[in-house]
């Protein structure tokens, strides 16, 4: 059975920084796409970052483009979510998911994923 447990999240002020760790159980990423989408209340869930695990390629939503980086340690099974110069409107809940490799468009989905964590809060205060 596979599980994923997200750890990391809490309440930073602006500008600040927090690093999230996916640990999966029950499965290897490899050849698999691990991705971090969040949801605020009253949103969609909207994806964040994913990456590739054969071959490494990751992809970012515009919103965190340069702010995020998205990492992963193959000898833990655990992919990171370094998150810099968080603003107010990153306040969510943070979650992973695994998925099969698929094209670009797709991971960059929910769609694209079979399994989820529970996720993790992340709150930015102004």
């Known amino acids: 059975q596979v599980q994923l447990v997200e750890s990391g999240g809490g309440l930073v002020q602006a500008g600040g920084s927090l690093r999230l760790s996916c640990a999966a159980s029950g499965r290897t990423f490899s050849r698999s796409a691990v991705g971090w989408f969040r949801q605020a209340p009253g949103k969609e869930r909207e994806f964040v970052a994913t990456?590739?695990?054969?071959?490494?390629?990751?992809y970012y939503a515009d919103s965190v483009k340069g702010r995020f980086t998205i990492s992963g340690d193959n000898a833990k099974n655990t992919v990171y979510l370094q998150m810099n110069n968080l603003k107010p409107e990153d306040t969510a809940v943070y979650s992973c998911?695994?998925?099969?490799?698929?094209?670009?468009?797709?991971?960059?989905?929910?769609?694209?994923?079979?399994?989820w964590g529970l996720g993790t809060q992340v709150t930015v205060s102004s």
């Open positions: 990456i590739i695990w054969s071959g490494g390629s990751t």
């Open positions: 998911a695994i998925g099969p490799l698929r094209t670009p468009a797709v991971v960059t989905t929910t769609r694209g994923y079979d399994y």
